[in-house]
């Protein structure tokens, strides 16, 4: 990944072995896992690079996760490679560009796990609500450049729209019938402690994002009883910062089934325990989805979903239009491939 | 749980997919990891209680768990949800009630797995020595308040009379015999780190737990080299509380056994690294009961215990009377359901 | 440190944030958490590289730790580098070298924490008994070379006589007057879990060393109340492979103690709760050197070792004569770099 005119302050590359904790009893990596390194990674080369001026000294709170894929499957066992570099730079926001490659260290063999793209903004350590300006990276070619200004733009105009949907909130459904929504809605609720947090007490996205991928995973596996795996998450939107000693609750449920993958929303609030004054407030939010393998690891057929009521069949329309949507972008880019 | 008249603060259902790690090498999860999930509940609940009220902030410190048993086992994989609501307040302390639950995500099935009943007195943050007030609140029924009075007065009774048997140590005993008292006696040292803490530095009544489960079950397998599980701990209390940077002993030595279950009794010292002018103190003990499984999950007959010396004859007298009270109990309780 | 002539397979590079959970309360990293990933370095490596080649699959076993240097303190907030390569084979073991550099994100500052060398042997997956034959490294000169093989001598010696003392236990010491041995001995007993372990059930080498350092340092704190950290680990010898299920019983004692440093014994016995045919054997031993430190990250003086007995007159003097040698070496190395 590491390309001419990049400085080394602006590129990282992380590694681990996967253990038993990290996977499912199948064997299987969970990609919360996997969001976790990638942001680790990407906080690092964010903090990093905007302290690379005078001025305050500052830490990169992640704002956004593009729309990633996991492309192949990791196993316990295999060592993880996450390198990752920065790949744009505005006035107040950078991009981090992250690549996943899963080794198996018996075999040799590689293979690309993900890949993945971040939005970071640098938050003074003095003054944790005053935004500091960006040190500017120098460009491979004003192509690049050109192409990492369209991206910025784009996410910028994504962003606003999510703000809409953010105040959104589940209610509880007991008692539901089987392969309907209300059945495989879920929730956990995570008291956060000093590890999940910066030196400055806020909470690495990673961490919540991990949160995220579990509670999708168990709404997934309610739905349909089988081995079930991250296959995409939509860009995730971190809406406001998360404070040491918050409760969060996180909670997710199906919004559309295909024959072969279903999605799942996830909403993610915080809560503080002692502050009074803090009302709960919407953190995050994202589309995670997951797909059913059996013990090959070959996709399995999902049961349908059993939709009541006119929500339902609302956000089970807009989950099939992003269904095809992306569907059909990824037709469109074998075909360039080929 | 939740039952009308109680507000929202005052509930909360915690759940987590259980890892390898949570378990032994047969897959059995540990009786302390599902007390320390069942103390975080208790924990939030009681601080967010407390704090709905003007005055000091404060946080709710475990004082005292009741008697509780493991009523189904649990397995790598399952999902646990852990409920917990408030039951009784008094002026200066609060009953927190929490159910277990694991679910199989893969059946469906669904087992209860424990349920336990903990108390808590809230300290303010300002000066951790000072007791706050507890706001009262509303019962679903004046039977309801009744009961839970009643629940308060018998642990405040039991609470003083447990005060006595304090002080008592466990000298180390090494070269014993196999099957003695001795052989089996074993002590672990644990230094209190972040993670075991509040944010205010007092560590969690949970994190106590999961280590007296762990030293209790290795006094159990060195018994009997056997698989072997949590059925119950007796009613826990936390004499003292324990700070950031102590170091913890840990002790466990059988004090009963039966032909089918092992009763160990459990004590924990603290001893501050840093502060010489505070002595070694007991902060907690409890006796917890092991029983011995083999590969199908069937209780075992475990080993007979040989007893040497007129202290451990006593000891194994009142661990036999503490059995046969249980017994009855169970048996009494049986015949009431019927 | 990548040199001309190594292929990529014999090199790797890790690195992590460090958390509070790897710190001490004064925000200082552990000793052990830092060897620990010297040693997911070292095994990444070395198992990959004996795997390029036909033949059974193996992982590389650690077998020795050269004596290593904690040459500046690490913090909460710093990102730890750590780069692994091979620098020599003998036929049937393996050297890697490991170079640890802390970086201050926040102020670009970086320093060199640690160096270390590891030896491993290729155990086939087959049979973890069998010992297979190590692929051989290119060398970047013939110099290079010659240097390894002295390396190899030298361990080859060192460990035949370190078997001798292997046998040795260390008795508990209960009631022993404050600034004695006694006083400040201490055991910890660890269950091995599914995340300490390789996928063969073999222990990882860095496991066994993280607890020994978490013992010693609980010592040295119980000895000077201070805040103290990891100076200089000696040579340490795994005798033997540790297995999942097994505890390990983990035991501290101080052997010497200077004005400005406190030498502490450490030996891991491993015991299999389950296969009683299993004996209790000696798995691992060393020495580590501890300092303490005022407020300000500056040594401070250590309180006098009262010396009770033979044994512990002989061992102080052991103990003084490796930290005479240790001395005179540095001096000798300062000299030579001016």
Not at 248 to 268: K, P, Y
Request: net charge neutral; hydrophobic share 35%.
């Amino acid at each position: 990944m590491s390309s001419p005119g990049m400085d080394e302050a602006s590129s990282i590359q992380l590694c681990r072995v996967m253990l038993p904790d990290d996977a499912n009893v199948m064997g299987n990596v969970h990609g919360g896992k996997i969001l976790k390194m990638i942001e680790e990674a990407g906080s690092i080369v964010g903090t990093r690079h905007c302290n690379t001026q005078n001025g305050d000294r500052c830490i990169a709170a992640l704002v956004r996760v593009e729309k990633t894929e996991f492309l192949s499957p990791v196993f316990i066992g295999e060592v993880v490679h996450v390198s990752a570099e920065i790949s744009y730079t505005s006035k107040h926001s950078l991009e981090v560009q992250v690549k996943v490659i899963a080794e198996n260290i018996l075999t040799g063999a590689k293979k690309l796990a993900n890949k993945a793209a971040l939005w970071y903004v640098p938050c003074s350590l003095q003054n944790v609500d005053k935004i500091m300006e960006v040190p500017p990276i120098e460009y491979a070619s004003a192509e690049k450049e050109e192409e990492g200004r369209k991206r910025y733009e784009a996410q910028k105009i994504e962003r606003m729209e999510t703000k809409a949907r953010v105040e959104e909130v589940m209610p509880p459904r007991p008692n539901s019938e089987r392969h309907t929504v209300g059945f495989s809605q879920s929730s956990l609720i995570h008291l956060v402690g000093p590890s999940d947090c910066t030196l400055d007490g806020f909470v690495y996205g990673g961490v919540a994002m991990k949160l995220m991928d579990e509670v999708a995973g168990i709404v997934a596996a309610r739905h349909c009883n089988t081995n079930i795996v991250t296959a995409s998450v939509d860009a995730i939107n971190f809406h406001r910062k998360i404070r040491k000693g918050c409760v969060l609750t996180v909670t997710g449920r199906l919004t559309f089934v295909s024959n072969r993958s279903m999605e799942i929303e996830v909403l993610v609030d915080a809560d503080s325990l002692v502050e009074r004054q803090i009302e709960k407030y919407r953190a995050v939010s994202a589309f995670f989805t997951f797909i059913s393998l059996d013990k090959e690891n070959k996709p399995l057929n999902v049961p349908p979903l059993k939709i009541e009521g006119d929500d339902e069949q609302k956000r089970f329309e807009e989950g099939k239009s992003r269904y095809l949507q992306n569907k059909a972008r990824r037709l469109a880019e074998k075909e360039r491939q080929q």
